[in-house]
Structures are given as C-alpha cells and as structure tokens.
C-alpha cells in the first residue's frame, strides 16, 4: 500500500514557474514508476509526465515537452514536477499516482494509488 499527498500548487501569473511536490509513504519507494496527471475543469485527466523506479528514464506529454521536469529523491520518498514558462491552460488539479515495476506508462489505468490533487491555477 502507498500513500501519496501532493502539495505546492498555487496561483500564479502566466510565464512564471512553479514547483510540486508528491510525499509517499511505504519502504519501496523505489519500486514504483511514478507519474504527474493533470485534469482540467470539464476536461478528461490527461497524462502529463512519469519517472522509473530508479529516477533514470522520463516520459512527457507533448504539451509539457521542454518546459516541465519531472524528479524524484527516492531517499525521501518524493517525487516532483519543475513547471516553467507556466501557461493559463496549464491550469488544473494535479495528481501524483504509483505503479508498480520499471515501465513507464501514460495511462492512467495502469497506476495502482494516487494522491488527492493539488490544485495549479495560471492566470493571464
């Protein structure tokens, strides 16, 4: 079983950058790909980014390709998405979710836990 809680998002002005932050709990951390989701008001969730086990492969949508970066300590159980150059369709509820092994995924069936959402508000 793993917890996750997502925390840091705000608002903020367009063109400006932003940091989240996912917290885990469990000892095998490790273990698990993580991935960045994003759901808009009245939109689907959409894939946004994912991360090995390991912090040593990435995966993006092409909408974030280039100004987000997703990272992870796995000493302590974190993961986290480097927003730049913020756009106001980036807005949304993030989620961070978990799943289990070494391949990246961008779908979100796929992802076993997920965290609760932390809202990012870009305004124009």
């Known amino acids: 079983q793993v917890q996750l809680v997502e925390f840091g998002g705000r608002l903020v002005q367009a063109g400006v950058s932003l940091s989240i932050s996912c917290a885990a709990s469990?000892?095998?951390?490790?273990?698990?790909?993580m991935g960045w989701f994003r759901q808009a008001p009245g939109k689907e969730r959409e894939f946004v980014a994912s991360i090995t086990g390991s912090g040593g492969s990435t995966y993006y949508a092409d909408s974030v390709k280039g100004r987000f970066t997703i990272s992870r300590d796995n000493a302590k159980n974190t993961v986290s998405l480097q927003m730049n150059s913020l756009k106001p369709e980036d807005t949304a509820v993030y989620y961070c979710?978990?799943?289990?092994?070494?391949?990246?995924?961008?779908?979100?069936?796929?992802?076993?836990?997920w965290g609760q959402g932390t809202q990012v508000t870009v305004s124009s």
């Open positions: 979710a978990a799943k289990w092994g070494r391949v990246l995924s961008e779908r979100g069936y796929e992802y076993e836990f």
């Open positions: 469990g000892r095998t951390f490790g273990g698990y790909a």
